[in-house]
């Protein structure tokens, strides 16, 4: 019998009490001081936390910091060591709840929350409960805003979720934290192994010295065709097949021959479509790396592709141009061209002012098929260290899941 089986049995034969998160700590909101003010953000100090910075369990750093005067002028708080902040509006909540524990003090983006637990409360623990229950709670509290998912403060502060005794949440979270601690080190391999791929990509896509190489603007070999709106209640089992802009940053890869979703029949003469070798192009994003993220459709038949997407047609091989797309040279241009409002977004006439190397076409289908294979060792989850990081993922979220399935003690 495990230490945790002991402690479960002699803590919790009986089940344990399930709480409000609302009353499980210090709730903290946030607010964003405009980035027109410098004052606000010159020379600033104190770490402001957003939803980019949420890119895995634990928030070590952040890029952007605050100036006193944002925090005296409110309504923005400091967040005290050791809260979980959690994203509470944003357009990836549709997929999951972003949540991760913070060590640092840090003031928060008007899109998140934090709870500072309350003695008796472990904050890995309550880190770990967020993770496992996220559907459930994007179910119960979340709404639509917009193009936004949100979840309303009020219904997740009413969310219950089980609290047994600190020992045994402290022995939950030592099993746990070393399942992830293993995870991380596959992780930091595969992030070793993504800049090896990045910089070989780059420097086989530099063709120096060629001169049968032009460098021209994408609008001079191609075409943007821009999508038409469709909405999710749009979508269907069966239909159109479809390329929503979303799913270009978490479904799709460098290419694409079937599509993940579709919309209704009825729709068709309303809708745009990207035909096999187009290379489909998400017109706006979160931040600025997302913008302009490309897929190249290989699919047997025209694709519907949403407003806040481009189709760029051209004589290009696509497979090679979405590689390009992806290079260091392309996405240094493209920054100047994205206009960084709320939500980034950038324009088919910005997207075509940007220079590609344009070799033979025996060289494009060379280039693509080299970095095809190398993409796949960093990429593909059926095989080789992706695989092998996304097993250990499910192993995590199994133990995780169980040991987190607790009967709630009866108050009768």
Same mark, same amino acid.
């Given at each position: 019998m495990?230490?945790l089986?002991?402690?479960? !049995? ?25 980035k027109s003010?410098?004052?606000? *953000? ?5 770490? *402001? ?13 952040t890029? #952007?910091? %605050? ?10 708080? $400091?967040?005290?060591p050791?809260?979980?902040? $959690?994203?509470v !509006?944003?357009?990836?909540?549709? !997929? ?7 060590p640092?003090?840090v003031t ?15 904050? &890995? ?6 993770? +496992?229950?996220?559907?459930? %709670? ?28 600190v020992?045994? /949440?402290?022995e %939950? @979270? ?7 601690s293993?995870? +991380? ?27 049968? @190489?032009?460098?021209?603007?994408m ?12 909405? !999710? ?6 239909g ?9 940053y ?14 209704? #029949? ?14 489909? $192009?998400a017109a ?7 913008? +302009? ?13 949403h ?13 090679? @141009? ?13 920054? /100047? ?5 709320k ?6 006439d910005g997207?075509?002012? %940007? ?6 076409? #025996?060289?494009?289908?060379? @280039? ?25 993922r ?5 133990? &995780? ?6 009967d ?5």
């Amino acid at each position: 019998m495990s230490r945790l089986d002991e402690l479960i !049995r002699e803590l919790c034969r009986d089940g344990v009490p399930f709480r409000p998160l609302g009353e499980l700590g210090t709730w903290y909101g946030g607010g964003t001081p405009p980035k027109s003010n410098t004052e606000f *953000w010159r020379e600033g100090t104190i770490p *402001w936390l957003s939803p980019k910075d949420m890119t895995g369990e634990i928030v070590t750093s952040t890029e #952007d910091r %605050i100036a006193e005067a944002a925090v005296k002028k409110g309504p923005i708080r $400091i967040v005290p060591p050791g809260a979980v902040a $959690i994203v509470v !509006r944003s357009n990836i909540l549709r !997929r999951r709840l972003p949540t991760a524990f913070v060590p640092i003090s840090v003031t928060l983006n008007q899109d998140m929350r934090a709870v500072v637990p309350h003695d008796g409360v472990d904050v &890995r623990y309550l880190s770990h409960v967020l993770h +496992a229950r996220a559907a459930n %709670i994007l179910e119960v509290a979340g709404r639509m805003a917009g193009s936004m998912a949100a979840i309303e403060s009020g219904r997740l502060a009413a969310y219950r979720v089980p609290v047994p005794p600190v020992e045994v /949440q402290r022995e %939950i @979270v030592r099993v746990l934290d070393l399942f992830q601690s293993l995870e +991380a080190e596959l992780e930091a391999e595969l992030e070793a192994r993504t800049l090896q791929y990045a910089h070989y990509r780059d420097s086989l896509l530099a063709f120096s010295q060629r001169t049968d @190489v032009r460098y021209v603007p994408m609008a001079e070999v191609g075409e943007f065709i821009r999508g038409r709106r469709f909405t !999710r209640a749009d979508f269907a089992a069966k239909g159109i097949p479809s390329i929503h802009y979303g799913e270009i940053y978490t479904h799709y890869g460098v290419s694409a021959v079937s599509t993940r979703s579709f919309v209704r #029949d009825a729709l068709r003469g309303q809708l745009r479509f990207a035909e096999p070798r187009d290379v489909v $192009i998400a017109a706006v994003g979160e931040t600025v790396e997302d913008v +302009a993220k490309p897929v190249a459709w290989l699919g047997s038949g025209p694709v519907a592709i949403h407003d806040d997407s481009y189709a760029f047609r051209s004589g290009l091989d696509p497979t090679y @141009v979405s590689h390009v797309m992806r290079s260091r040279t392309f996405q240094a241009q493209k920054s /100047q061209f994205v206009a960084r409002a709320k939500v980034k977004r950038i324009s088919g006439d910005g997207l075509g002012r %940007i220079v590609i190397p344009v070799p033979p076409m #025996d060289d494009q289908l060379r @280039v693509a098929g080299i970095l095809d294979k190398v993409d796949a060792l960093v990429n593909d989850l059926s095989i080789g260290l992706p695989a092998e990081l996304a097993a250990r993922r499910q192993q995590y979220e199994h133990y &995780r899941d169980g040991l987190l399935n607790f009967d709630e003690l009866s108050t009768t």
